[in-house]
């Protein structure tokens, strides 16, 4: 069972910048990709950024310009800094990791989400 848990979510200024991490139970290093999506009330859950195992990123189109993701492989760790903060980019950003099991089958594995706000 994979657990992930954010942190680095808050209270930014419009135009201001905040790093998310998101830290895994079991090494990371197998798996198939990790990435970042929010949700704002009212609306679906959308991607923000992923970052496959080779290291190979896809951004979303919201926010596409002013993010970095990124990952550590000794820490079991992926970032994601945001820069330019909007306060339509105010949500609750989750973490996310696609994980292959024993079967071969893709497994999806979510964290509880951290609360970021950006202040006009």
């Known amino acids: 069972q994979v657990q992930l848990v954010e942190s680095g979510g808050g209270l930014a200024p419009a135009g201001g910048s905040l790093r998310l991490s998101c830290a895994a139970s079991v090494s990371i290093s197998s798996f198939n990709a990790m990435g970042w999506y929010r949700q704002a009330p009212g609306n679906q859950r959308e991607l923000v950024a992923a970052i496959t195992g080779g290291g190979h990123t896809n951004y979303g189109d919201t926010m596409k310009g002013r993010l970095i993701i990124t990952r550590d492989n000794a820490k079991n760790t992926v970032y994601l800094q945001m820069n330019s903060l909007k306060p339509e980019d105010t949500a609750v950003y989750y973490c996310?990791?696609?994980?292959?099991?024993?079967?071969?089958?893709?497994?999806?594995?979510w964290g509880q989400g951290t609360q970021v706000t950006v202040d006009s």
């Open positions: 996310n990791a696609l994980v292959f099991n024993l079967n071969d089958e893709l497994e999806t594995y």
